[in-house]
């Protein structure tokens, strides 16, 4: 069984009712699996809704939030997320925050993330990385 962290991008595409990404959501969930959102992604999305007042969008996200997990970060994460941004400094191989923050808690959970764009995260070395 595995847990699939959902990025910030597949939740987008979930609530624009992408009938493809719900085909394989729905395949993965009647084959055991499990879903969490990571912290950051609840944030970027829910800010991003509540800013330009997408009332019908907030409801649909707050019905998918209560069939998945919304994950959390502690210190592991938050350390986790440290080094990986030293690492890529270190390389000249920058990440934006938000994607080193979705990958340390997928680290430090043991999670696949899910992402459509996934050469956000290439960089990130023991991610597991899983493209929709």
Not at 58 to 87: H, N
Not at 107 to 114: A, P, Q, S
Request: neutral net charge; contains cysteine.
């Amino acid at each position: 069984m595995t847990t699939f962290a959902l990025d910030t991008n597949v939740v987008s595409y979930l609530l624009k009712n992408d009938e493809r990404l719900f085909r394989i959501f729905d395949a993965e969930t009647d084959n055991g699996n499990t879903f969490v959102i990571p912290p950051v992604a609840y944030y970027e999305i829910k800010r991003g809704l509540l800013a330009v007042k997408a009332l019908n969008q907030l409801k649909l996200f707050d019905a998918l939030c209560r069939r998945l997990y919304i994950g959390s970060m502690a210190t592991a994460e938050w350390d986790a997320a440290a080094k990986i941004y030293a690492d890529l400094r270190q390389q000249g191989k920058p990440v934006e925050d938000a994607d080193i923050f979705i990958a340390a808690f997928c680290l430090v959970g043991g999670y696949t993330l899910i992402t459509c764009n996934a050469k956000h995260f290439t960089r990130i070395q023991g991610l597991k990385v899983t493209s929709w």
